[in-house]
DNA sequence: CGGAATCCATATTGATACTG
DNA sequence: CAGTATCAATATGGATTCCG
């Protein structure tokens, strides 16, 4: 065991991380509040933005983005229907640690290929 | 389209983020991180660290962490074999960004939780 | 002690077709 | 345009057994 730092600790410093890590971590999300960042966009936008993405995925990432407060819906009942995703304040301070953890990985990312190469090698 | 932001530019810019936000992103490496950030320890040690880490998991997740170059594997010829893992340079490097965005995850847990609600509410 | 191997349940993703 | 519904493929995670 870690003697200072009991499971109750780990529990209440990290393990309320992973949820957030999760839902950010997941296949879609990150590159949703890029393609949110300078302001609304539509489904279909969003959706040739990332260019990869299935409808299905990307209304699932969405809803789950919705749900947690990170980006808002707005439909205008207009005739074709339009809707219009937002970044809400929320939404947006994420951005800083998000940013700042996508500057480590661009740093280090020559680093971790090596690593991996270096790794299947040895273990050929 | 983002005028201002090609496809290419999202995936030099964000796409390099999703795989390590994939790594740290899961269900245990996090853990395994706070579990090593004092310094090495044994296999079993971080079992228990963790508590309810299968170890099948807790082996694939250290495996995954070595190839990315996070952290080391030392082997001790002993009876019984002692086994101590820790982090790389690299791999505590990466425990400020982290723990930056287990600040923001803390910061807003609640609202997060609140929003939710709030969600699954209107969307009885 | 520190695994590897196997089996099984569930979750995630993608492809396709259809709708108001 | 912005979804929903369904099915199939894959990924992920847990439980159990066995081993040097």
Request: proline letters at 6%; one cysteine or more.
């Amino acid at each position: 065991m870690i003697p200072h730092l009991s499971n109750d600790d780990l529990l209440g410093g990290c393990e309320a991380v992973r949820p957030i890590l999760v839902r950010i971590g997941d296949k879609w999300s990150v590159l949703i509040v890029m393609a949110l960042r300078e302001g609304p966009r539509r489904f279909n936008q969003i959706r040739r933005d990332i260019g990869s993405i299935s409808q299905r995925m990307l209304t699932l990432t969405l809803r789950g983005m919705e749900r947690d407060g990170l980006i808002s819906r707005k439909v205008y009942p207009t005739t074709p229907p339009r809707v219009e995703y937002a970044l809400t304040e929320l939404g947006h301070s994420l951005r800083g640690p998000v940013e700042a953890l996508g500057a480590w990985a661009i740093a280090n990312e020559a680093e971790i290929v090596s690593a991996q190469t270096r790794y299947d090698a040895e273990n050929a």
